[in-house]
């Protein structure tokens, strides 16, 4: 008979990115513990995973962009509740609006409940600092200042470090080929429908007439229709911008990806009006872009709603290759020491013993 399943769970992409590093040690330290949940390829190709559904399936952001994916986030959390309520532990990672609810229904019943990554309470809705202290056992924390402010008010947080130190090597862009510049238009479909067109608009804006290669990194399920003169990949992030000169990213985990590999970046954030305004009440913070927000300051240049100043950002980065690329790289060695060293999956796993 097996034992009782732990729930280890994602709702989007990167959270399934970590969920398979995470899992893969887990996996290694304890063959015997099984998990459940929604997951994508790296946890459902694990031994020990028995999956409820696909991450991307609930993967959304925003106010109205969620509104089509309702039906699926409700039948999501029936079908997790089960599982929390039978689970001896439940690992949440990220997904706040889905995860914390269920995070507090396992925590009350008795049963240990972890989020893997912090709620963003440093750039809005700071009263989920206090939530996760209250009704979280741990919260493993991708930036050490969350956990101070999380200790602070009583909670339970250990620093893991952020996965995106795993692995890198700087880009390595040459100035003697035409120039290359990566479009990141987002791992969600709204944000694809959003960002994709005036991405693509402005990297071709800002080859104009000489020749270049425009790629795009695609991590949605349906196929890309076919433009001409750029080319759809699903090779993992990192390999992407491995060797571009630029690349015009969505607001997200890319940006910090980007960042630390010392790729110059413009990036851009465009979300439906209603959604926007009220993200711009919200936010305590002024930047949309990760490494702006760690950094505070515009260290990339990031666009809000208006994307028509892409175009010209990309061009000065294409006109002086080798500049942009030494402005990038010095970025890139501020955020090393907030990123931390290469080991996330590890402390992870080790800080997870004595709730396992």
Not at 138 to 147: G, I, K, P, Q, S
Not at 215 to 233: L, M, N, Q, S, Y
Not at 247 to 268: Q, R, Y
Request: proline share 8%; net charge neutral.
């Amino acid at each position: 008979m097996e034992a009782p399943l732990g729930v280890l769970t994602a709702a989007e992409p990167s959270g399934e990115t970590l969920g398979g590093l995470v899992l893969a040690e887990l996996e290694e330290r304890h063959p015997d513990l099984l998990w459940t949940g929604y997951c994508g390829e790296a946890m459902r190709a694990r031994r020990v995973y028995r999956p409820l559904g696909d991450a991307a399936q609930l993967s959304g952001a925003g106010i109205i962009e969620l509104l089509p994916r309702l039906p699926q986030l409700l039948e999501a959390r029936r079908a997790l509740r089960s599982a929390v309520d039978a689970a001896p532990i439940s690992i949440f990672i990220d997904a706040p609006d889905l995860h914390l609810p269920l995070a507090k229904r396992a925590h009350e019943a008795g049963r240990r409940s972890v989020m893997l990554v912090a709620p963003q309470f440093w750039a809005w809705r700071p009263g989920r600092k206090d939530f996760v202290a209250r009704h979280v056992d741990l919260t493993l924390c991708l930036f050490r200042f969350e956990v101070d402010a999380i200790r602070s008010v009583g909670g339970a947080a250990h620093w893991v470090g952020h996965p995106c130190s795993e692995g890198l090597r700087p880009a390595a862009p040459n100035t003697d080929r035409p120039p290359r510049i990566a479009v990141f238009p987002g791992s969600r479909p709204s944000e694809v429908e959003a960002h994709l067109e005036p991405f693509l608009a402005a990297a071709r804006e800002a080859l104009g007439d000489r020749e270049g290669e425009i790629v795009v990194a695609w991590r949605i399920p349906h196929p890309p229709k076919k433009r001409e003169g750029v080319t759809f990949t699903m090779q993992p992030g990192t390999d992407v911008l491995a060797d571009v000169d630029a690349a015009v990213i969505a607001a997200g985990t890319a940006t910090l990806e980007a960042a630390a590999m010392g790729v110059p970046t413009v990036v851009g954030v465009k979300l439906h009006p209603v959604t926007a305004g009220i993200a711009r009440r919200l936010l305590q913070t002024r930047y949309a872009a990760l490494p702006n927000v760690l950094l505070k300051e515009t260290a990339v240049p990031e666009h809000w709603q208006d994307l028509g100043g892409v175009a010209a950002d990309l061009r000065r980065i294409l006109h002086d290759r080798t500049a942009a690329t030494q402005r990038a790289s010095e970025i890139a060695a501020r955020l090393a020491p907030i990123l931390g060293p290469p080991g996330f999956a590890q402390r992870a796993a080790e800080a997870l013993e004595s709730l396992l």
